[in-house]
């Protein structure tokens, strides 16, 4: 009996884990270039609450993490010449912050005080030679497909568009911001594209989500109604073998 609840408390656990991720999912079906998340479930072995030598060991349920989804989102049109998105999946703009290199996919930039460009949080963007500086006397600029900034005719730099081999490698570091998590080095994105004037939407798909939703929540409910089931009849058992002494 025990061993049934254990297994089932296991798999409530993570439900609710998923419930979390799949509302914070929901949450951010408006976010530029959020990337909709899942969690990954595997089993553990795992001791029986009262195991015999010939009964084999249970099979928990386990949170392995969370799985991220890099692809497209779809691009919309803003018209502002600081906006811009990348037409290719897994690339990634490159940044620089006080703690490091980080890489997103919201290119919605703005300009600081010394005409750098930067994220609405303050990191610089980079490009070829490091942060991209931009002389706000020459006007608005004009960036190429492949990232390449010109103002007034003249070439300024180029946007930093990258990609690595194995995605598994970020971290998520909030306000849409990713942390390398190892030693692997990115590679230029040559087959991606830079859009001016669009910034490229979630690939959240809210439907889809608020469907996950019910069904954790239906679950959930499930296993409760299980689990007090089992221990019901736990208790009318005890109290049989007691009537019966």
């Known amino acids: 009996m025990e061993n049934a609840a254990y297994v089932g408390l296991s798999r409530q656990m993570t439900l609710r884990r998923e419930l979390d991720i799949v509302a914070n999912n929901i949450a951010n079906a408006d976010t530029t270039g959020f990337k909709v998340e899942q969690l990954l479930v595997g089993t553990e072995v795992g001791e029986r609450a009262r195991n015999a030598f010939i009964r084999p060991s249970a099979s928990f349920v386990l949170d392995k993490g969370v799985g991220r989804d890099f692809g497209q989102g779809a691009l919309e049109q803003t018209g502002r010449s600081l906006d811009f998105a990348i037409e290719g999946e897994g690339a990634f703009f490159k940044l620089q912050g006080g703690a490091g290199e ?144």
Do not use: C, H
Request: proline share 3%.
């Open 102 to 245: 980080a890489y997103t996919r919201d290119g919605a930039f703005t300009l600081n005080a010394e005409g750098q460009l930067t994220t609405e949080g303050g990191f610089a963007v980079l490009g070829d030679g490091g942060p991209i500086i931009l002389d706000r006397a020459l006007g608005e600029p004009a960036v190429g497909p492949d990232g390449t900034i010109s103002q007034n005719g003249q070439l300024t730099g180029r946007i930093s568009v990258v990609r690595f081999d194995t995605l598994s490698v970020l971290e998520k570091g909030g306000d849409g911001l990713y942390r390398n998590a190892s030693n692997t080095t990115p590679v230029e994105a040559t087959d991606a594209r830079v859009r001016q004037g669009m910034l490229e939407g979630s690939n959240v798909n809210p439907i889809l989500e608020i469907t996950n939703l019910i069904e954790i929540q239906r679950a959930y409910e499930s296993i409760s109604r299980m689990i007090e089931n089992t221990n019901d009849l736990s208790r009318r058992s005890v109290e049989r073998l007691g009537r019966v002494s």
